[in-house]
């Protein structure tokens, strides 16, 4: 007896042990800091998560990225297809043929080219060259106060620098068509409320650190459009360049929406990252109760911002008990 105990004791310290063990990993498969760690695994990383049925924004990362001008990139595509749509200079049907990158004025992003494509592949496979036919038809002002309601005040406000339609779509294709240059918060808030028609709003205040209140306001936009410009970001999902997103998510009922680009400016800490690569995906397409605006400064968005972005929003996702 005397013998027994300490090793009877002994084993049932060790099971306890075990299962506490196993409790904090299953634990940890739930913990907020999951999704948040994946961010910061990247280095230069920043994302803002937000859950629209709770209205909270939360932030991960390098959170210097978020107050940076970046360029829009791609990310401007969605914009200028609404406007193009809005004032009735393209439609669903008109196609273009993408023959890749070939000389100075066949610049698509994709070598090889995207053939012959519309608006809503245009979207989804990003394409420069169907972009790079149309965006001439629209002067930079009529496409500022076409889009000016999704930006936040101060977009209209702001003077304009005035430059003509062929310089200003030299600078889109040369990667720095910011037709005004943004932070990445501004233009993650200006494309959420884009693919919402919503106002979107997330202010600065007290409360708890990396948490903001996410304020959806009255509607914005012309929804027939809207709803135009979703199928493409939609179709990025399901075929598009925000496939690897889809998968590592599990579903492609998403609107997505990539960008890589140069950077021509500095970040707040001075340096110039090569690569500005950003997406943004919400989940459900149809009525989003979830969505991430991801920042990473490597690569291609497709196939480094992307990936991350489909794990992160899966992790968040089911943080906020919204996936099983
Ligand atoms: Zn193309």
Same mark, same amino acid.
């Given at each position: 007896?005397?013998?027994?105990?300490?090793? #009877? +004791? *002994? !084993?049932?310290?060790?099971?306890?042990?075990?299962?506490?063990?196993?409790g904090a990993a299953a634990a940890a498969g739930a913990a907020p800091g999951d999704w948040a760690d994946r961010v910061a695994g990247e280095p230069g990383a920043f994302a803002l998560l937000g859950d629209l049925e709770a209205g909270c924004l939360y932030s991960a990362g390098a959170t210097a990225v978020g107050d940076a001008r970046v360029p829009a990139g791609s990310w401007?595509? @969605?914009? $200028?297809? %609404?406007?193009?749509?809005a004032c009735g200079k393209t439609d669903e049907n008109e196609t273009h043929l993408c023959e890749g990158w070939r000389d100075p004025l066949h610049r698509c992003w994709y070598g090889p080219g995207h053939g012959r494509l519309n608006l809503e592949q245009a979207l989804a496979q990003s394409c420069n060259a169907w972009f790079q036919h149309v965006t001439p038809r629209l002067e930079p002002s009529l496409y500022q106060a076409i889009d000016a309601p999704f930006?936040?005040?101060g977009w209209s406000d702001a003077s304009i620098v005035s430059a003509a339609a062929e310089e200003w779509? /030299?600078?889109?294709i040369a990667g720095r068509l910011t037709a005004r &240059?943004?932070?990445?918060? =501004?233009? &993650?808030?200006? $494309?959420? =409320?884009?693919? $919402?028609? !919503?106002?979107? /709003?997330?202010?600065a205040g007290p409360g708890v650190p990396g948490v903001r209140?996410?304020?959806?306001? @009255?509607?914005? *936009?012309? +929804?027939?459009? $809207?709803?135009?410009? #979703? #199928? *493409?970001?939609?179709?990025?999902?399901?075929?598009?360049?925000a496939q690897e997103l889809a998968q590592r998510f599990g579903s492609a009922d998403l609107w997505v929406k990539t960008s890589s680009s140069q +950077?021509? %400016?500095?970040?707040?800490? *001075? !340096?110039?990252? /090569?690569?500005?690569?950003m997406v943004a995906a919400f989940w459900p397409a149809g009525h989003p109760r979830a969505f991430i605006a991801l920042f990473v400064p490597r690569g291609m968005a497709a196939t480094t911002a992307a990936p991350l972005a489909g794990e992160v929003l899966r992790d968040f996702c089911r943080w906020r008990r919204m996936l099983p």
């Open positions: 007896m005397s013998i027994t105990w300490p090793l #009877r +004791s *002994g !084993r049932r310290l060790t099971v306890l042990v075990f299962a506490a063990t196993l401007v595509k @969605p914009f $200028l297809a %609404y406007a193009l749509l930006f936040p005040a779509q /030299d600078t889109f &240059s943004l932070t990445f918060e =501004a233009w &993650s808030r200006a $494309l959420a =409320a884009l693919v $919402l028609g !919503r106002r979107v /709003d997330w202010p209140a996410l304020v959806l306001g @009255p509607p914005v *936009g012309d +929804s027939a459009t $809207l709803a135009v410009v #979703r #199928r *493409g970001l939609q179709a990025a999902a399901a075929g598009g360049t +950077s021509p %400016y500095g970040d707040a800490a *001075g !340096r110039r990252p /090569d690569a500005v690569c």
